[in-house]
């Protein structure tokens, strides 16, 4: 990051837009698949297989070394798993991370799954509160509103539910980078921060957790859980601020 807030151009969101369209069908690809007995693994070769069968780049490998093209994580990994081995069981709740350049244009959205059939109510919950915060952060980016509008809306949302936000990890400004300005927290005072501008593009992605807001990175530089072991859920859109509202560039 550094530096200013780049606003941009209805063209440059009109390829942000198709930057999300990709990312969006490549993340419904995975949820058909992400099934008891896949691996994390699979799971990233297929999305790399399918962002470059749409004429895109997966952004996520190399950036600074990591080596997927998706993050999973799994239960009380809050975000940044590295895809491999494990094998999805029936009851973990599974994070998928994934951005896509498409023309020079980055998009950034991540969802998570309850693997093999219906989320039992405590994680339905959780599950809801993010979506729900997500939602509600969205919601907020309206021309004139402040960045914090964002930030206490997500931060309602979840703590009125019961369930504490992460702190140490926020969202961004996205573009021509995946990470721009501003920082985007999941938490704040409403009618703080800088003023949203049409043509604003962020990224907004909560991280929730059912106990501590607390998390460390594991030994191998990347996962990151929560300290105390307890289920973690994280939702993600790419978001512009126009002239008619918010628009989740993201969707399918
Ligand atoms: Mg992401
Ligand atoms: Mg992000």
Redesign the pocket.
């Known amino acids: 990051m550094g530096g200013r807030i780049k606003y941009k151009t209805s063209d440059e969101i009109e390829a942000m837009r198709r930057s999300g369209k990709v990312l969006a069908a490549t993340l419904d690809y995975l949820e058909s698949m992400a099934q008891p007995g896949i691996t994390s693994g699979d799971l990233d070769r297929k999305a790399e297989t399918f962002i470059r069968d749409h004429g895109g780049v997966p952004s996520?490998k190399g950036y600074n070394g990591f080596p997927g093209s998706i993050?999973t994580s799994f239960n009380e990994q809050v975000?940044h798993g590295i895809p491999g081995e494990r094998k999805l069981k029936a009851g973990d709740l599974l994070g998928i991370?994934?951005?896509v350049i498409l023309d020079g244009y980055h998009s950034?959205?991540?969802k998570s799954f309850y693997i093999g059939g219906e989320p039992p109510p405590h994680i339905e919950k959780l599950m809801k509160a993010t979506r729900n915060g997500l939602f509600k952060g969205i919601e907020q980016m309206r021309a004139g509103n402040k960045l914090g509008d964002i930030s206490n809306a997500v931060q309602k949302e979840a703590e009125s539910k019961g369930f504490s936000v992460v702190r140490a990890l926020v969202g961004h400004g996205i573009g021509t980078e995946m990470h721009e300005e501003p920082q985007v927290p999941n938490f704040g005072q409403a009618g703080t921060g800088p003023i949203l501008r049409e043509g604003l593009t962020i990224?907004i992605?909560p991280m929730i957790n059912v106990g501590t807001y607390k998390v460390k990175t594991l030994p191998d530089g990347w996962t990151v859980v929560t300290t105390d072991g307890k289920l973690s859920c994280?939702f993600?859109h790419t978001v512009a601020v126009t002239a008619d509202g918010p628009e989740i560039l993201t969707l399918p």
Do not use: I, L, T
């Open positions: 996520f993050c975000v991370d994934c951005g950034d959205m991540a990224a992605e994280h993600e």
